[in-house]
């Protein structure tokens, strides 16, 4: 069977500056104004180095019918987290996860949700979420 050319693709926009654009599977997404939620560069490396980690240990440990949802669960946790304001509801969720269905995973998710830059992040979502974080963290 010969081999089908790949499709001309077009595209048109208005101004995307300080947009992300993302194609095709797989892909995590960055956070790329990290001033709007107050990291500095060094903070944001670290944060962006615990994520590969995990998609990592997600690639090697996870069995192929779970790959795909705890890949996508982990880039649920990179949003919540560097979010302009952090979701903490949703970092437990994936937490939460993670500990019902891949669980060899959920120490390296855990270890992500109690480094010293989330709280820092954490705390810009105001006292009451910082409690609820704190109290939930300690759950799993």
Known sequence: MPKKPNPKVDWKSGNISGSQIVIGDGNNVIAGNNNAI??????LKTLNDQFADLTKKIE???????K?????????????????????SGMIM??????????GVAGTVTGVLVNPIVGKLVQTAGD????????KVGEG
Do not use: H, I, M, Y
Request: net charge positive; proline share 8%.
């Open 38 to 43: 107050g990291l500095s560069e060094a903070e």
């Open 60 to 66: 090697a440990s996870a069995p192929p019918e779970k």
């Open 68 to 88: 795909k949802e705890a890949l996508q669960k982990a880039n649920d946790l990179q949003k919540a987290v560097l979010a302009k304001k952090p979701d903490t």
């Open 94 to 103: 994936v937490r939460d996860w993670f500990v019902n269905n891949l669980p």
């Open 128 to 135: 009451l979420a910082v409690k609820e974080f704190q109290r």
